[in-house]
């Protein structure tokens, strides 16, 4: 199994950055294809952005595309998500997943963090 934490959330204004980390330890992290997801109150948790094993592809939500960039440092265990031009609608509980898998799927994680919160003000 992985375990994974997030970090990096925060209080930002709207057009600031973020850059989320997530570490992974237990297995082998490119053992696992990575994903970011987020919920915000009253809502279901959607998918946000996910990357393959090896950091070669990417998928992104049609409405982070041009604004956030997920990356992975296996050596360091850890994936990230830069995310620029912040908007309130950006305003969630993100969370760190992945599964053993080798492609950047939308659904089908079985490993998630506990979250960090992002709050965009306007």
């Known amino acids: 199994q992985v375990q994974l934490v997030e970090a990096g959330g925060g209080f930002v204004q709207a057009g600031d950055s973020l850059r989320l980390s997530c570490a992974a330890s237990?297995?082998?992290?490119?053992?696992?294809?990575a994903g970011w997801f987020r919920q915000a109150p009253g809502t279901e948790r959607e998918f946000v952005a996910a990357?393959?094993?090896?950091?070669?592809?990417?998928n992104y939500t049609d409405s982070v595309k041009g604004r956030f960039t997920i990356s992975r440092d296996n050596a360091k265990n850890t994936v990230y998500l830069q995310m620029i031009s912040l908007k309130p609608e950006d305003t969630a509980l993100y969370y760190c997943?992945?599964?053993?898998?080798?492609?950047?799927?939308?659904?089908?994680?079985?490993?998630w963090g506990r979250g960090t919160q992002v709050t965009v003000s306007s």
């Open positions: 997943a992945a599964h053993m898998g080798t492609l950047p799927v939308r659904s089908g994680y079985h490993y």
């Open positions: 990357i393959c094993r090896y950091g070669i592809f990417t």
């Open positions: 237990g297995r082998t992290f490119s053992d696992y294809a």
